[in-house]
T-cell receptor, first 120, second 108 residues
Framework: SAVISQKPSRDICQRGTSLTIQCQVDSQVTMMFWYRQQPGQSLTLIATANQGSEATYESGFVIDKFPISRPNLTFSTLTVSNMSPEDSSIYLC?????????????????FGPGTRLTVL | ELKVEQNPLFLSMQEGKNYTIYCNYSTTSDRLYWYRQDPGKSLESLFVLLSNGAVKQEGRLMASLDTKARLSTLHITAAVHDLSATYFCAVGGNQFYFGTGTSLTVIP
């Protein structure tokens, strides 16, 4: 399993500013993921962050708007740049780690508590 | 792109009743996950289903997977209020595709 923390837990920001969200995991992981969850909606993958390489962005998300850093195997940041009210959402990071069920190990994704962002 | 659909989107049921949530996905996948999300909280992993015919149970929840039909079900038995939450299925390996979610309300 993996324990993930995020900072900040919530923030209210002005239009045009930027916010950097931090994600810390308690073990070394290869892949970290950033998701967005708009109110009442499902989760949408923004990008996958591997240590030592550029993040891979999903369709509709670009590096200039959502720059990501992955300086080591336990930490990542997501910046929401030049914010607008449409960016108001919950941002979640997740990691893939082993979980043990009975005697078998399987990979699953564990999620951080999320960052609730409101842009005015 | 893989599409994942859940139904129903909203479910209101009385305590003690049984119901099933369905998760359909559009292409083959070797892994199917179920998550629970309480209001204002993050996602909690419930089940990982890895093979055709896999069935897993935890308390009043039972999940199954039919890879040929590209269908997973989450069955709720004798619902209790504590099960009220939003349930998501997700499909994929390294990259997850999430279903639309089912908002479950159990009424006393």
């Amino acid at each position: 399993s993996a324990v993930i923390s995020q900072k900040p837990s919530r923030d209210i920001c002005q239009r045009g500013t930027s916010l950097t969200i931090q994600c810390q995991v308690d073990s070394q992981v290869t892949m970290m993921f950033w998701y967005r969850q708009q109110p009442g909606q499902s989760l949408t993958l923004i990008a996958t962050a591997n240590q030592g390489s550029e993040a891979t962005y999903e369709s509709g998300f670009v590096i200039d708007k959502f720059p990501i850093s992955r300086p080591n195997l336990t930490f990542s940041t997501l910046t929401v740049s030049n914010m607008s009210p449409e960016d108001s959402s919950i941002y979640l990071c997740s990691v893939e780690a082993e979980s043990q069920e009975l005697s078998a190990y399987t990979d699953t994704q564990y999620f951080g508590p999320g960052t609730r962002l409101t842009v005015l | 792109e893989l599409k994942v659909e859940q139904n129903p989107l909203f479910l209101s049921m009385q305590e003690g009743k049984n119901y099933t949530i369905y998760c359909n996905y559009s292409t083959t996948s070797d892994r199917l996950y179920w998550y629970r999300q309480d209001p204002g909280k993050s996602l909690e992993s419930l089940f990982v289903l890895l093979s055709n015919g896999a069935v897993k149970q935890e308390g009043r929840l039972m999940a199954s997977l039919d890879t040929k039909a590209r269908l997973s079900t989450l069955h709720i038995t004798a619902a209790v209020h504590d099960l009220s939450a939003t349930y998501f299925c997700a499909v994929g390996g390294n990259q997850f595709y999430f279903g639309t979610g089912t908002s479950l309300t159990v009424i006393p």
